[in-house]
């Protein structure tokens, strides 16, 4: 394969160990062209020849650290994914249970953080709402993304039933749409790795959205965030995992209320 710089399996796995080591992140072998791909364009820009020379700039450039796991780090979402987890939430609310803080914890382009918003909404009636979202993500470029509520017309489309919680762009900014200032106030986006030993998070909070990111790492790693995620749950308090993530024999940690739904003990 004809490739712009020179790349090689050692650098493959070379790019494995780091972001194994800086985000805890596995990479399957099929990834192998994806990785180039997502890494070229910082090989490009740095004025490098090679994948290997780019890795020995990360070595030597902490500062790079961050662009290196942006770009490699995977941001699939959309609005009212896994749509049963924000029924969940709603009953959660209107059953009189306390829901005043909530953490999105892998919040990527803030999809999933403004579904939870817009639900909280509708579960209360109004925009006035006394409750909070923290929505948190590795990656810098997604939370600035995420942060501007700003999102292609057709990402909105397939919940036109939500359109009160848009506005739509005019002339230049034709094409897209905005979340109304008073969703976007609800939230509160901040810079958090999973892998950190401390979350810069309060404790007591009410939910957790932790959804399709554990498949990430391996599982004694997975028990560890978890563990960790919890001591900022209340107990009772509601933890939502992504559809291929099942901790069911955790049951000295959380019981199953639902699909890949879970309450503290």
Not at 97 to 121: D, F, H, K, N
Not at 216 to 229: A, G, M, N, P, W
């Amino acid at each position: 394969m004809d490739r712009e710089f020179a790349y090689t399996d050692a650098d493959f796995n070379k790019v494995r160990a780091e972001l194994r080591a800086l985000a805890g992140i596995n990479l399957a072998d099929s990834k192998i062209s994806l990785v180039y791909s997502r890494l070229a364009p910082r090989v490009r820009k740095l004025g490098l020849n090679s994948v290997k020379n780019y890795l020995s700039y990360l070595e030597t450039h902490p500062d790079e650290q961050e662009h290196f796991i942006n770009a490699l780090t995977t941001n699939l979402t959309s609005f009212f994914r896994e749509p049963h987890h924000f029924e969940l939430l709603k009953e959660f609310i209107q059953s009189g249970e306390q829901c005043e803080r909530i953490w999105c914890a892998a919040s990527s382009t803030g999809e999933e953080p403004y579904s939870i918003a817009m639900t909280l909404v509708e579960a209360f009636g109004r925009f006035d709402v006394t409750s909070k979202i923290v929505a948190s993500d590795i990656d810098s470029n997604v939370l600035n993304k995420a942060s501007q509520g700003v999102y292609p017309i057709e990402k909105v489309d397939p919940i036109s039933n939500k359109k009160s919680f848009f506005l739509k762009g005019k002339a230049h900014n034709q094409g897209s749409a905005k979340v109304v200032p008073q969703l976007r106030n609800l939230i509160e986006f901040r810079q958090v790795n999973l892998l950190d030993n401390q979350y810069p998070v309060q404790e007591g909070m009410d939910v957790i959205f932790c959804r399709n990111v554990m498949i990430y790492f391996d599982k004694e790693t997975q028990v560890q965030i978890l563990e960790k995620l919890l001591q900022k749950l209340r107990p009772g308090g509601l933890y939502i995992a992504g559809h291929s993530e099942n901790f069911n024999h955790l049951g000295h940690l959380i019981t199953p209320v639902g699909r890949t739904a879970y309450r503290k003990v």
